[in-house]
Nanobody, 121 residues
Framework: VQLQASGGGLVQAGGSLRLSCAASGSIFSINYMGWYRQAPGKQRELVAAITSGGSTNYADSVKGRFTISRDGAAKNTVYLQMNSLKPEDTGVYYC???????????????WGQGTLVTVSS
């Protein structure tokens, strides 16, 4: 399973960015896909996640500003629309997928390579 993330960049405070992550490979079932971020000197934290059924979960710090969605025939592409960006949103954003490769396989976490988001004040 490979996750290809894109869409990071430099933006001024108040601006917007859209991150994309496409999953490829043999995936039998996806439980959820999401985005984590890691700011310099801080631990990686969950930003947003979306289940196969469409339920979403957001960090309190991004509620009302970020929107996660899924697309693709197999719902294997996830997007993160980030609006009203703040300098504290700066960090490396990682795409995450929790899935399994077969009916009797265990659930595993897969990670993308990370994309840098920098918000200037």
């Amino acid at each position: 399973v490979q996750l290809q993330a894109s869409g990071g960049g430099l933006v001024q405070a108040g601006g917007s960015l859209r991150l994309s992550c496409a999953a490829s490979g043999s995936i039998f079932s996806i439980n959820y896909m999401g985005w984590y971020r890691q700011a310099p000197g801080k631990q990686r934290e969950l930003v947003a996640a979306i289940t196969s059924g469409g339920s979403t979960n957001y960090a309190d710090s991004v509620k009302g500003r970020f929107t996660i969605s899924r697309d693709g025939a197999a719902k294997n592409t996830v997007y993160l629309q980030m609006n009203s960006l703040k300098p504290e949103d700066t960090g490396v954003y990682y795409c995450n997928l929790r899935g399994r490769l077969g009916f009797s396989s265990s659930w595993s976490d897969y990670w993308g390579q990370g994309t840098l988001v920098t918000v200037s004040s």
